[in-house]
């Protein structure tokens, strides 16, 4: 059986501009939606756009849909990345800036660490992995203990939205774990398209359930949720969220989750220039820390890469 040959260079390249540098902006664009849109209300659009767009693709395509319980599993890890990760994201920067949230995400690859357990022996074997966690949660707590704004030190709210963040970073981190080992044949938009859409239907469900489609009409959104609504389905959903499930196919985890380094520098940039939100000395202190945590873990992949040449497209 002749092995497929790998990608180029200038498509994980471009992949990874996607996931970097798109990424880092939705934390503002969520913000944008925010102001017309309740959070789940606003996640379940943004989701089904993308996911019928995808999924229209395949069928023109002559694509079939994968056995049911490979559909079940790319459904349930739709749910938890998409739901439980990026909607706790929406619902948290009710109560916390786009800057905020996007440093404690940050801490996502820590949590890599901690839940992909049949690498535990391996990982925690390692003293720069060790270091390398103990270093990012010290950065998570000194964020939180010292990062934050002084109304959300005072709001009871800020302290859980930013709970809730680590929350969804885990339930992200499950999600993707899933994914990877559950690929089949389908093709990546395929599978996409059925956690987009599995995730649309459930934040649909979470809205109802908790009250947001009760007195909500599109009639009063303003434009500027719209805008952000169309830069999530567009770029968000459709352009990154597809560069990432495509490189965890072609990539190792460890070098995927350098987003981390880019996405909260664009987010908070961001968020300064273009949403009057303001970064504090505490915050860059709580960021530092949790970068060379992450950088730490890292190390030992890094050092592989460099004894191991044109190995970059290997998993």
Request: net charge positive; proline share 4%.
């Amino acid at each position: 059986m002749q092995t497929p040959a790998p990608p180029s260079r200038l498509l994980i390249i471009l992949a990874f501009a996607a996931v970097y540098f798109i990424w880092g902006s939705t934390y503002l664009a969520v913000r944008f939606g925010l102001t017309g849109f309740p959070p789940f209300i606003l996640v379940a659009l943004r989701y089904v756009a993308a996911g019928i767009v995808m999924l229209a693709y395949c069928k023109i395509k002559g694509e079939r849909l994968p056995s049911i319980p490979l559909f079940g599993k790319q459904a349930v890890s739709g749910i938890l990345m998409l739901v439980g990760g990026t909607g706790m994201v929406a619902w948290a920067e009710q109560y916390i800036s786009s800057g905020q949230v996007a440093v404690l995400i940050a801490a996502q690859p820590l949590w890599f660490l901690v839940l992909d357990r049949a690498n535990w022996v391996k990982y925690f074997s390692d003293k720069y992995i060790l270091s390398g966690l103990l270093v990012g949660f010290l950065g998570i707590f000194l964020f939180m203990k010292l990062g934050a704004q002084e109304d959300v030190k005072q709001s009871n709210m800020g302290l859980i939205a930013m709970i809730g963040v680590q929350i969804g970073a885990m339930l992200w981190v499950i999600g993707s774990l899933i994914t990877k080992n559950s690929k089949g044949s389908s093709t990546v938009i395929m599978n996409s398209s059925i956690q987009l859409i599995s995730a649309s239907v459930f934040s649909t469900i979470v809205a109802l359930v908790s009250g947001e489609l009760t007195g909500f009409t599109f009639a009063h959104v303003p434009v500027n949720a719209w805008l952000g609504v169309l830069f999530l389905v567009t770029f968000g959903s459709l352009v990154a969220y597809l560069a990432y499930i495509w490189l965890l196919g072609h990539v190792a985890p460890a070098l995927i989750s350098t987003y981390t380094y880019v996405n909260p520098v664009v987010a908070v940039f961001l968020g300064w220039a273009l949403g009057n939100e303001k970064f504090y000395t505490g915050q860059f202190i709580g960021l530092a820390v949790i970068l060379i945590g992450i950088l730490l873990v890292n190390v030992p992949a890094y050092r592989r890469k460099k004894q191991e040449p044109g190995t970059e497209n290997q998993e």
